[in-house]
């Protein structure tokens, strides 16, 4: 198991809900609003401050989270049961593709690669360089 993560969720550059303490399921409906979507892009547009883990673990964290709540909202299954923000958000699959890029390259390249030592995954991860 890795050290414990000095993550900061006050930091004023990702959301609030971009933390390991969350206890939710799911983001806030806050997030499936177009607002909530464009403070997410805005974030992950801001160029990391350093290449360390920690940097990229937040970055990795944000974006991963974002992914699947999107994804839940595109596709699951008939007895999933979901909130009804969910269910009812605006965001689809033209959003993934706008949060994938982004994806700094260094990233892609680190997390696509099979080296051992590599622990962030970020799903649907193909950033392709710009």
């Known amino acids: ?5 000095n993550l900061n969720p006050n930091d004023n550059i990702y959301p609030t809900w971009g933390h390991w303490d969350s206890g939710s399921k799911y983001l806030p409906a ?18 990391l401050p350093e290449q360390t ?10 974006l991963g989270l ?3 709540d999107i994804g839940t909202a595109v596709v699951h299954a008939d007895h999933e049961v979901v909130p009804d923000w969910i ?26 690669g099979t080296e051992a030592g590599y622990v962030l995954f970020i799903p649907y991860l193909h950033c392709e360089k710009e």
């Open 1 to 5: 198991m890795q050290g414990a993560s």
């Open 30 to 47: 806050s997030f499936h609003s177009r607002d909530g979507f464009k403070e997410v892009q805005k974030a992950l547009k801001v160029p």
């Open 53 to 62: 883990y920690h940097h990229m673990e937040r970055f990795a964290l944000v």
């Open 87 to 112: 269910n009812q958000s605006p965001l689809g699959e033209k959003h993934i593709q706008n949060l994938l890029k982004c994806c700094p390259a260094t990233i892609a390249e680190k997390t696509a």
């Open 66 to 68: 974002a992914l699947r």
